[in-house]
């Protein structure tokens, strides 16, 4: 029974969390008012910042997020500082007092009411697609359409180009020397399955235009791996020149 009386409180002061700061400082609201008809500005200063500062420190026991109840209770803290030194007219040490009283007050008040963890920070934006990835979904879209109208012809191209992507994936050092190539030919093939697409009539040179396509597709993937080619075999000579001239051959 104890258990369930002592939950049940808990419960209660979990919907209710914060609500008491401010009934527990509406004194000040009268003092505010006597203070006005008085003519004391200081009393109404000390009273209108007390009771401010324990609103605020109630809408942040209101979030009830994890550290939400120490900082409510140096918001506390401060508001009857403010109101003991202006208002109460207490000097300067004696409300200091008061605030490490109503300091650790407001935390043995709320310490046993649940706490939600901090959000966590917000995903990174995701990277910008690269090159490749980028040349991938263009010509995922032409080879789309080339499906769609049914045209080996476009179909082959795409293929072509197909394979000096996959080049490149495995190679992305030869990605400068083709980078051109893939911004020209690309860029023309989306024109023209575009065109097609919208039923354009294909005229009698574009089936030769397209086999130039594939063939300057495979004439560069020839190329680069001539170069590639090249590349090793003056690094092999290199290697052997500078054996020879240490004397281990």
Not at 132 to 149: D, G, N, V
Request: hydrophobic share 45%.
């Amino acid at each position: 029974m104890p258990q369930r009386i002592l939950g049940a409180w808990i419960g209660l002061r979990g919907r209710w969390r914060g609500y008491g700061l401010p009934i527990f400082a509406s004194p000040l609201l009268l003092s505010a008012l006597i203070g006005a008809i008085g003519g004391e500005d200081r009393i109404v200063l000390g009273s209108c910042l007390g009771f401010g500062l324990t609103l605020l420190a109630a809408r942040v026991l209101r979030r009830g997020r994890r550290g939400d109840i120490d900082r409510a209770a140096w918001l506390v803290a401060a508001a009857t500082w403010l109101a003991a030194h202006f208002a109460a007219k207490l000097g300067i040490w004696f409300p200091f007092v008061l605030a490490l009283g109503a300091l650790f007050g407001t935390r043995m008040m709320y310490r046993a009411l649940p706490e939600a963890a901090l959000p966590p920070p917000p995903a990174p934006p995701p990277p910008p697609p690269g090159p490749i990835e980028e040349s991938r979904a263009r010509l995922a879209r032409i080879e789309a359409t080339a499906q769609r109208l049914a045209d080996p012809r476009l179909q082959g191209v795409a293929a072509s180009m197909e394979a000096v992507l996959d080049d490149l994936d495995a190679h992305p050092d030869r990605l400068p020397r083709a980078r051109r190539f893939l911004a020209v030919h690309l860029d023309g093939l989306e024109r023209i399955a575009g065109r097609l697409e919208a039923g354009a009539t294909p005229p009698a040179t574009l089936t030769p235009l397209l086999e130039e396509l594939s063939r300057t597709a495979g004439e560069l993937r020839e190329r680069l791996r001539r170069e590639e080619s090249e590349a090793l075999e003056i690094q092999v000579k290199v290697l052997s020149d500078r054996l020879r001239e240490e004397g281990f051959q």
